[in-house]
């Protein structure tokens, strides 16, 4: 398999480069995977319990992620999930990472993430991607008739920070609720479209790199240099995605791990299905092309024991200089993803 971005032109370990990792927060993104004969209801009882044990973990957001129509993700009425989860919570930032805004009108966003800040005051975050998340059919199923062309999501995005703003004199159309709430903004992406629109607006930033980290090192270069001060950041601010699969040893991580390897190979292969147990020697049985493939998928992943764990997360911390870790934690055993947050955050922290 081609080495994660995190094992790229490794150096030895400093002391400096160890404590690094522990400015980096911890939050987490997940797709509310239904699992083989499992059920949607399963999916989001899960979801809210993972939620609760990030939130005692200390981790500082969890973001839900727009999807339609695929079998094993339930996380499509993303501002419902939101709301689930900061009713189920307390203190954890919960938003959407991201809702796909060619799909929606903006005021449509506006007066639903207006609704959740007004709920949940000062938790709420909206993150806007540009991708419209689905297929071809489900895409005109969204949108009917309406045509999105590149100019539109850079207006779009102007249009929402509006009506989340203070309203102006003679504003003709209002949020209601979302006008004065300041929802806070974050830009995702995958390519350098919206690292240079992040940038140009001072908005904060986060690359999806727990499925497509090729273009991350240049994207969040890009962002860096271009990035503007603004009202909303002072100063760049970058979450990366990363695909985690954490056990008490390396050789359990590598066999729960095999879970997410069978659902990306499902992925590539054109085929969405539910999120599959674990089973034994999955990698080696696939051709060295399959290998590879997964490999450049998951090029950010982290997997292993606590030693190797921490190893992966200080890499990607002096690589990326990420103000945050967004992870992905797939494991088929709930019981075991909650563990495997648990030994996340204390190889972090060690």
Not at 78 to 107: D, E, F
Not at 285 to 297: K, N, T, V
């Amino acid at each position: 398999m081609t080495r994660p971005v995190s094992q790229r032109k490794r150096e030895p370990a400093t002391i400096a480069c160890m404590n690094r990792i522990q400015d980096v927060a911890l939050s987490m993104l997940d797709l509310v995977a239904v699992r083989e004969d499992g059920t949607v209801a399963d999916a989001l009882a899960i979801c809210l319990r993972t939620a609760q044990h990030a939130e005692a973990l200390g981790f500082k957001r969890y973001w839900l992620a727009e999807h339609h129509n695929m079998p094993g993700i339930a996380s499509s009425a993303t501002a419902v999930l939101v709301g689930y989860v900061a009713g189920g919570t307390k203190t954890i930032r919960v938003g959407s990472g991201g809702v796909m805004l060619p799909n929606h009108a903006p005021l449509v966003v506006a007066e639903a993430f207006g609704t959740l800040a007004e709920l949940y005051p000062n938790r709420i975050d909206l993150g806007l991607g540009r991708a419209p998340g689905t297929d071809r059919l489900t895409m005109r199923a969204l949108r009917r008739d309406r045509v999105e062309t590149e100019e539109d999501f850079p207006h779009d995005v102007a249009e929402l920070q509006r009506l989340l703003g203070p309203v102006q004199p003679e504003q003709r159309l209002v949020a209601n609720p979302g006008a004065g709430t300041n929802v806070p903004i974050w830009l995702l992406g995958s390519s350098l479209f919206s690292a240079q629109l992040a940038a140009e607006r001072g908005l904060p930033y986060a690359f999806a790199s727990h499925f497509a980290p090729r273009m991350l090192m240049q994207a969040l270069d890009l962002y860096r240099r271009l990035f503007r001060p603004s009202a909303t950041l002072s100063k760049p601010y970058v979450i990366i995605g990363v695909p985690l699969i954490a056990a008490p040893t390396d050789d359990e991580a590598d066999f729960l791990a095999s879970s997410t390897y069978q659902r990306v190979l499902g992925i590539l292969h054109g085929e969405r299905r539910c999120l599959p147990p674990p089973v034994e020697d999955f990698l080696p049985s696939l051709a060295p092309q399959e290998r590879a493939a997964i490999g450049d998928f998951l090029a950010a992943a982290v997997v292993g024991g606590p030693d190797k764990v921490r190893a992966g997360l200080a890499a990607l911390a002096r690589a990326t200089e990420a103000d945050e870790f967004m992870l992905v934690c797939d494991v088929f055993d709930p019981q075991l993803r909650l563990r495997s947050l648990e030994i996340a955050t204390a190889a972090r922290s060690a």
